[in-house]
Each structure stands twice: as C-alpha cells, then as structure tokens.
C-alpha cells in the first residue's frame, strides 16, 4: 500500500517536462525559443551564454519595459542579473504553477533590452500573444 502511494506521489514528477531556453545566443538580444507552452509542474531552465541578462515577468501592455525588479504578478519571476562575462553559463530555473499567460524580458540598461525585442511568453492566449506582446515592448 505504502509502495503504491508513493508511486503515485512521484508520476506526476517524472512526467513533468523541462523547457531550455537560451538567452543571449551569438550575442544576441533574444530568448531561444521566446515561446513556451508548459503545463503545471513542468520548468523552464533559462541559461545565458551571453553578456548579462535577466528573465522578469512584466506587463502584457502599457509599462512593459523595462520589467520592474521582483517581476509582474502572481506567480511572475525575477532571475535577477545572470552573467556570462566569466563564461559560467549561469541558469535560472521555474517551476510553471499555473497555466496563466506570463510576459517577461530583460530588464537590462533601463529598458533596452526589452524594447529591442528580448522578450518571451509563456502559455499565450489566442487574446493575449506573443506577437502583440513583442510589439507592445518595442512600442513602450
């Protein structure tokens, strides 16, 4: 009995999936990919190999960039500043808690990053995309 609720207590674990997204490759100001469609349990495995970045969640529209330090909303995220200069490759892991929309950028020199289209989203809606998103960073 024992041994069958802990085999159940661990599937949902083993069935998560994890997501790599690379931020910065060649020097560039992306997130590769820049979208993610996760479910509950699954993470996201964020690692810069390039210069110093962040991945915080911000607003769909309006404010978007930069993305204010702590990150947007319940259940966001802020890596805080991670940096490659050194070669580290250094990672910022989150675990999906909800299936809700989520916008984040880099919130590097001001802003910049972010309006110059180093963005991602997680789980887009039909209402709510990534395209629109990229355009509202570029814009703000």
Not at 50 to 55: G, I, K
């Amino acid at each position: 009995m024992f041994f069958n609720a802990l085999l159940l207590a661990l599937v949902p674990a083993a069935l998560a999936a994890n997501f790599p997204v690379t931020i910065g490759a060649n020097n560039t100001l992306t997130f590769s990919p820049d979208t993610v469609v996760a479910a509950i349990g699954d993470t996201i495995t964020f690692t810069v190999v390039s210069r110093n970045h962040s991945t915080t969640t911000t607003t769909f529209s309006g404010s978007v960039c930069p993305p204010p330090p702590g990150g947007v909303g319940p259940n966001g995220w802020d890596s805080g500043f991670l940096s490659d200069i050194d070669g580290s490759l250094p990672t910022f892991t989150y675990k999906v808690v909800d299936t809700a929309p989520h916008f984040a950028a880099c919130m590097q020199a001001a802003g910049a990053h972010c309006r110059a289209g180093m963005t991602f989203a997680l789980n887009p809606t039909a209402a709510q995309t990534y395209t629109q998103f990229l355009a509202n960073a570029k814009a703000s």
